[in-house]
């Protein structure tokens, strides 16, 4: 299924930046000086957040997703209460209650985070203190329950408050049954972080992949809590294994309707740009000589233009081979 709905440069840059930001500086901060000051990065992303409009896109078999605040969120209504996957910034939920409530009257019963990265898991308190319950992979509960960097960033993230922490945990697969669709949750092990979820709408034959798949677009790999890019080719195995060319893919981030053919492309940028890097690294190339080679050139045009550039997303696979 291929969305005519597209990403923009702009768009995409108000969600990593505040709109002051945006204007001050012509329009972009480069992903080097962001990430320098990642402290001011994520309080930038909280700002933007604040005032983003959320876009819900209607799927099928209620299904929806909210586009706007941190990744993108699924939301799958009906009697048993409203059913989300992720659950975005806090600082949002205002512009949520609002869309939450045109898709359905119903409260939310259910919260599902993918990972435990803010721009997923910020909102859980709210959701949680409204009664719903939040179900992550163990390791997820682990990384909200306490003081976490990542180095990256630069940044320590806080723990956050009780009723923001998933209340049931699981080590490899859950499966539960919620206005019926059978939802299947499978671990990842390593990739984005070790701590990644899928989840698969079965009857609905929507795949919500977490920040395993970022589309059209270089995604971040948290070496700080167990991700890898070994692990993100093996995750994207997985989703394509888990796929046909009939289900709907919701990534983590970019344009927030895919397909089967969008997530190969993905998965193969990530094996040629990684063989590229250790075939340098295996030469005896520093990082820095690395990133002077270009190993990612042939894929620059379509995956480099955003918050992840080209020499950042070649540091991140030099990590890991």
């Known amino acids: ?27 972009w901060m480069s992903p080097r000086e962001a990430y320098a000051e990642a402290r001011g990065l994520v309080s930038l992303i ?16 209620n299904v929806s997703i ?12 009906g009697r048993d209460g409203l059913v989300m996957v992720d659950a975005g910034i806090s600082v949002s939920r205002h512009q949520m209650t609002k ?42 509960r682990k990384y909200l329950s306490q003081v976490k960097r990542v180095e990256d960033w630069d940044y320590n993230f ?35 972080t070790d701590g990644d979820i899928s989840v698969m709408f079965a009857e609905a034959d929507v795949l919500h992949t977490g920040d395993t ?24 195995d997985a989703n394509l294994a888990a796929s046909t060319d009939k289900t709907i893919i919701i990534p983590g981030h970019g344009n927030p309707v895919s397909n089967r053919a969008e997530l190969q492309e993905f998965r193969d940028m990530l094996v040629a740009i990684r063989e590229n890097v250790a075939t340098l690294k295996r030469q005896g190339r520093s990082k820095n000589e690395t990133v002077a080679a ?21 540091r991140l696979v030099y990590e890991g081979v």
């Open 213 to 236: 798949y970022w589309n059209g677009i270089y995604p971040f790999i948290d070496y700080s809590t167990g991700g890898g890019i070994d692990g993100m080719i093996a995750a994207s």
């Open 1 to 27: 299924m291929k969305s005519g709905h597209m990403i923009s440069r702009r768009g995409f840059c108000l969600c990593c930046m505040g709109t002051a930001t945006f204007a001050a500086t012509g329009g």
């Open 99 to 140: 869309a939450l409530s045109a898709i359905s009257p119903q409260p939310v019963t259910h919260l599902i985070n993918t990972h435990w990265h803010f721009d997923h898991s910020d909102g859980n308190p709210w959701i949680g203190a409204g009664g719903a319950e939040i179900i992550a992979h163990e390791n997820t």
């Open 294 to 314: 270009k190993p990612t050139a042939a894929f620059d045009l379509k995956w480099g233009n955003f918050v992840i550039d080209p020499g950042f997303f070649t």
């Open 158 to 192: 806080l723990p956050l408050v009780q009723t923001g922490l998933p209340g049931r945990v699981f080590s490899k697969e859950h499966s539960v049954k919620l206005n019926g669709q059978s939802l299947t949750l499978k671990h990842y092990r390593s990739a984005h």
């Open 66 to 77: 909210l586009e706007g605040s941190g990744g993108n969120v699924a939301v799958l209504s």
């Open 46 to 61: 909280k700002d933007s957040a604040a005032q983003a409009k959320i876009v819900t896109h209607r799927l099928r078999d």
